[in-house]
Protein backbone atom coordinates (compact mmCIF):
# COMPACT_ATOMS: atom_id res chain seq x y z
CA UNK A 1 0.00 0.00 0.00
CA UNK A 2 0.90 3.51 -0.03
CA UNK A 3 0.15 5.58 2.70
CA UNK A 4 -0.27 9.66 3.09
CA UNK A 5 -1.03 11.34 5.97
CA UNK A 6 -1.92 14.94 6.15
CA UNK A 7 -3.77 17.29 9.04
CA UNK A 8 -0.81 17.71 11.59
CA UNK A 9 0.49 20.96 12.68
CA UNK A 10 1.00 23.52 15.79
CA UNK A 11 -2.09 23.69 18.38
CA UNK A 12 -2.02 24.85 21.78
CA UNK A 13 -2.87 22.65 24.54
CA UNK A 14 -6.76 21.75 24.97
CA UNK A 15 -6.67 22.08 21.31
CA UNK A 16 -8.11 19.76 18.60
CA UNK A 17 -6.58 18.26 15.33
CA UNK A 18 -7.72 15.97 12.97
CA UNK A 19 -5.36 13.44 10.86
CA UNK A 20 -6.10 11.69 7.90
CA UNK A 21 -4.50 8.70 5.95
CA UNK A 22 -5.33 8.12 2.65
CA UNK A 23 -4.27 4.65 1.38
CA UNK A 24 -3.85 2.65 -2.19
CA UNK A 25 -3.70 -0.67 -2.65
CA UNK A 26 -6.51 -1.08 0.41
CA UNK A 27 -7.62 -4.52 1.71
CA UNK A 28 -10.65 -4.54 3.69
CA UNK A 29 -9.67 -7.68 5.49
CA UNK A 30 -6.60 -5.59 7.10
CA UNK A 31 -5.48 -2.95 10.05
CA UNK A 32 -4.69 0.11 9.86
CA UNK A 33 -3.61 2.61 12.90
CA UNK A 34 -2.06 5.32 13.71
CA UNK A 35 1.37 5.61 15.82
CA UNK A 36 4.00 8.51 17.10
CA UNK A 37 7.47 8.55 17.64
CA UNK A 38 8.43 12.21 20.18
CA UNK A 39 12.46 13.09 20.01
CA UNK A 40 14.53 10.65 22.08
CA UNK A 41 11.45 8.08 22.17
CA UNK A 42 10.70 4.63 21.21
CA UNK A 43 7.22 4.58 18.44
CA UNK A 44 4.31 4.03 20.10
CA UNK A 45 1.00 2.84 18.80
CA UNK A 46 -1.41 5.44 19.41
CA UNK A 47 -4.89 4.03 18.23
CA UNK A 48 -5.64 1.12 15.49
CA UNK A 49 -8.83 0.08 13.71
CA UNK A 50 -9.59 -3.51 12.23
CA UNK A 51 -11.23 -2.61 8.84
CA UNK A 52 -13.42 -5.63 8.71
CA UNK A 53 -15.15 -5.68 11.63
CA UNK A 54 -14.58 -2.27 13.13
CA UNK A 55 -12.41 -3.03 16.07
CA UNK A 56 -11.16 -0.49 17.97
CA UNK A 57 -7.66 0.06 20.23
CA UNK A 58 -6.40 2.76 21.89
CA UNK A 59 -3.30 3.84 24.12
CA UNK A 60 -4.10 3.91 27.69
CA UNK A 61 -2.25 7.92 27.38
CA UNK A 62 -5.15 8.92 24.32
CA UNK A 63 -8.49 7.03 25.55
CA UNK A 64 -11.32 9.34 25.85
CA UNK A 65 -9.75 12.21 23.89
CA UNK A 66 -8.52 10.35 20.41
CA UNK A 67 -11.09 8.77 17.93
CA UNK A 68 -9.55 6.40 15.39
CA UNK A 69 -12.65 6.04 12.12
CA UNK A 70 -12.66 5.08 8.61
CA UNK A 71 -14.14 6.06 5.69
CA UNK A 72 -13.68 2.64 3.78
CA UNK A 73 -15.58 4.51 0.38
CA UNK A 74 -12.49 6.57 0.29
CA UNK A 75 -10.02 4.56 1.57
CA UNK A 76 -9.09 6.91 4.69
CA UNK A 77 -8.44 6.30 7.93
CA UNK A 78 -9.06 9.25 10.61
CA UNK A 79 -8.03 10.02 14.19
CA UNK A 80 -9.72 13.29 16.31
CA UNK A 81 -7.38 13.94 18.46
CA UNK A 82 -9.20 16.50 21.20
CA UNK A 83 -7.87 17.82 24.57
CA UNK A 84 -4.60 17.55 23.29
CA UNK A 85 -1.58 18.39 25.73
CA UNK A 86 2.24 18.90 25.25
CA UNK A 87 3.19 15.19 25.96
CA UNK A 88 1.14 14.21 22.57
CA UNK A 89 3.82 16.43 20.50
CA UNK A 90 5.67 13.75 18.00
CA UNK A 91 5.83 12.89 14.54
CA UNK A 92 2.31 11.10 13.30
CA UNK A 93 2.39 8.11 11.13
CA UNK A 94 -0.09 6.11 9.30
CA UNK A 95 0.19 2.26 9.21
CA UNK A 96 -1.71 -0.87 7.57
CA UNK A 97 -1.05 -4.49 7.95
CA UNK A 98 -2.21 -7.62 5.78
CA UNK A 99 -5.27 -9.52 7.75
CA UNK A 100 -2.68 -12.50 8.92
CA UNK A 101 -0.32 -10.15 10.84
CA UNK A 102 -3.65 -8.17 12.28
CA UNK A 103 -5.37 -11.46 13.59
CA UNK A 104 -1.78 -12.38 14.57
CA UNK A 105 -1.44 -9.42 16.86
CA UNK A 106 -5.02 -8.89 18.27
CA UNK A 107 -4.76 -12.82 19.31
CA UNK A 108 -1.78 -12.02 20.86
CA UNK A 109 -3.12 -9.16 22.68
CA UNK A 110 -0.61 -6.52 20.93
CA UNK A 111 -2.87 -4.48 18.51
CA UNK A 112 -0.73 -1.31 18.90
CA UNK A 113 2.77 -3.31 18.49
CA UNK A 114 4.46 -0.44 15.89
CA UNK A 115 5.46 -3.28 13.49
CA UNK A 116 3.31 -3.28 10.89
CA UNK A 117 4.23 -3.48 7.54
CA UNK A 118 3.87 -0.27 5.69
CA UNK A 119 4.31 3.38 6.75
CA UNK A 120 3.59 7.02 5.62
CA UNK A 121 6.35 9.54 5.65
CA UNK A 122 5.03 11.28 8.58
CA UNK A 123 3.22 14.60 10.31
CA UNK A 124 4.25 16.73 12.97
CA UNK A 125 2.02 17.41 16.14
CA UNK A 126 3.04 19.99 17.87
CA UNK A 127 1.25 21.22 21.13
CA UNK A 128 2.36 24.01 23.22
Known amino acids: WQLVESGGGSVQPGGSLRLSCAAS???????MGWFRQAPGKAREGVAVIYTGDGDRYYADSVKGRFTISEDNDKNTVFVQMNSLKPEDTAVYYCAADVFAACQSRRQMGSALRPDFAWWGQGTQVTVS
Open 25 to 31: GYDRRSC
